[in-house]
T-cell receptor, first 110, second 111 residues
Framework: DVKVTQSSRYLVKRTGEKVFLECVQDMDHENMFWYRQDPGLGLRLIYFSYDVKMKEKGDIPEGYSVSREKKERFSLILESASTNQTSMYLC?????????FGPGTRLTVL | TQLLEQSPQFLSIQEGENLTVYCNSSSVFSSLQWYRQEPGEGPVLLVTVVTGGEVKKLKRLTFQFGDARKDSSLHITAAQPGDTGLYLCAGAPWAGNMLTFGGGTRLMVKP
């Protein structure tokens, strides 16, 4: 079975803090993705990576950065968390048109 | 932007009933996926359809891809409380392109 794990299920941070969300996949996929999911807005792509050290902006990259130092690991970084970044964050890996998701991290920024 | 519209947005039914949810677009997709997401969890891939007119069955779930590859439907027979969740469709306009997600249908099956 495909396994995508995320470092935290729930996270509470304060405005201005630097936040790291980590994602690990065990399927040797080249592509990895970060989405956020908000009620009424669906899933929106933040960033994706198609290889180690390679990244591409998605639809809503502002306020986020990513790091892919190893093939199996893709990190999402919030340089200075803001309240409007409170959301469910979902990591996925796979091909661009078939993706396998992790369990999600529900981030609350106070 | 490729838009996928799902209907209905919400559906509440009794155990044992049948239901169909829809995923529609004005654009052609090379493939379309259906996911189910339970509260507090990530979406789980149910099926991928790639050929116009294709029908796939997964136990009580039947998925169909429209002949023109612009729409899809998911039919559940004899729904059970375990079917409760958010059903998402997602499509790629061509192979290798990014997925576009629909807004989802939130299904509740009452015992």
């Amino acid at each position: 079975d495909v396994k995508v794990t995320q470092s935290s299920r729930y996270l509470v941070k304060r405005t201005g803090e630097k936040v790291f969300l980590e994602c690990v996949q065990d399927m040797d996929h080249e592509n990895m993705f970060w989405y956020r999911q908000d009620p009424g807005l669906g899933l929106r792509l933040i960033y994706f990576s198609y290889d180690v050290k390679m990244k591409e902006k998605g639809d809503i990259p502002e306020g986020y950065s990513v790091s892919r130092e190893k093939k199996e690991r893709f990190s999402l970084i919030l340089e200075s968390a803001s309240t409007n970044q409170t959301s469910m964050y979902l990591c996925a890996s796979g091909s661009t048109d078939t993706q396998y998701f992790g369990p999600g991290t529900r981030l609350t920024v106070l | 932007t490729q838009l996928l519209e799902q209907s209905p947005q919400f559906l509440s039914i009794q155990e044992g009933e049948n239901l169909t949810v829809y995923c529609n677009s004005s654009s052609v997709f090379s493939s379309l996926q259906w996911y189910r997401q339970e509260p507090g969890e990530g979406p789980v891939l149910l099926v991928t359809v790639v050929t116009g007119g294709e029908v796939k069955k997964l136990k009580r779930l039947t998925f169909q891809f429209g002949d023109a590859r612009k729409d899809s439907s998911l039919h559940i027979t004899a729904a059970q409380p375990g079917d409760t969740g958010l059903y998402l469709c997602a499509g790629a306009p061509w192979a290798g392109n990014m997925l576009t997600f629909g807004g989802g249908t939130r299904l509740m099956v009452k015992p």
